[in-house]
């Protein structure tokens, strides 16, 4: 099946700095989600990105489908942007998502 | 409008006993899946389902069983409860057509002692 290794494990930033977290996948793939998951539990959707860029307030993320890698950059980051962030792929459309092992991100003031 | 909602959102149970959790999907939405999320790792898929029948199954033992009903909310059954079983339960609904990408409730968290 798809592997989904997602880069760094872990993250601690100051308020205000920016970061990249990257997300490479093993084979192509018709659907591709970044979530943050807050302390709750609640998945929280940022993009559904199967390729192309978008943009969202301080979060933009770009996929790469034909090399196998999506990016989330996160600008200007908050303490509320604390909390771990995956990156899910399915193989076919409207198949189930794969997830990776997620980034926990630690943002302090 | 209502996202997806799950209940109950906290169960205990005892070793052995059986659980069964619920979801309803956002309006509109015909394909409802399950996932389950232990402590420290990404969510793992379950069952999918479309239009009441089961479109993907996971690696999961037999004892996890789900159906999707005629107003597209679902259920999620657990027999047989082992520690292990001990999760954070995910349901997440899709519109199927147009767009595949999934929203997710809140979660079960389910305890087993």
């Known amino acids: 099946g798809i592997q989904v290794e997602q880069s760094p494990p872990d993250l601690i930033l100051q308020e205000g700095a920016n970061s990249t977290l990257r997300c490479n996948f093993s084979?192509?793939?018709?659907?591709l989600q970044w979530f943050h998951q807050n302390p709750w539990g609640q998945l929280i959707n940022l993009f559904y990105?199967?390729?192309g860029t978008k943009q969202n307030g301080r979060l933009s993320a770009t996929t790469v489908a034909t090399e196998r890698y999506s990016l989330l950059y996160i600008s200007s980051s908050q303490t509320t942007d604390s909390g771990v962030y995956f990156c899910?792929?399915?193989?076919?459309?409207?198949?189930?998502?794969?997830f990776g092992k997620g980034t926990t991100l630690s943002v302090s003031s | 409008d209502a996202g997806v909602t799950q209940s109950p959102t906290h169960l205990i149970k005892t070793r052995g006993q059986h659980v069964t959790l619920r979801c309803s999907p956002i309006?509109?939405?015909?394909?409802v899946s399950w996932y389950q999320q232990v402590l420290g790792q990404g969510p793992q898929f379950i069952f999918q389902?479309?239009?009441?029948?089961?479109?993907g199954r996971g690696n999961f033992p037999d004892r996890f069983s789900a159906r999707q009903f005629p107003n597209y909310s679902s259920e999620l059954n657990v027999n047989a409860l082992l520690l292990g079983d001990s999760a954070l339960y995910l349901c997440?609904?899709?519109?199927?057509?147009?767009?595949?990408?999934?929203?997710f409730g809140p979660g079960t968290r389910l305890t087993v002692t």
């Open positions: 997440a609904s899709s519109p199927w057509t147009g767009s595949f990408e999934q929203y």
């Open positions: 084979d192509s793939v018709n659907n």
């Open positions: 990105i199967p390729s």
């Open positions: 899910a792929v399915g193989h076919q459309a409207g198949t189930a998502l794969i």
């Open positions: 309006s509109g939405h015909k394909s």
């Open positions: 389902y479309y239009e009441k029948e089961e479109r």
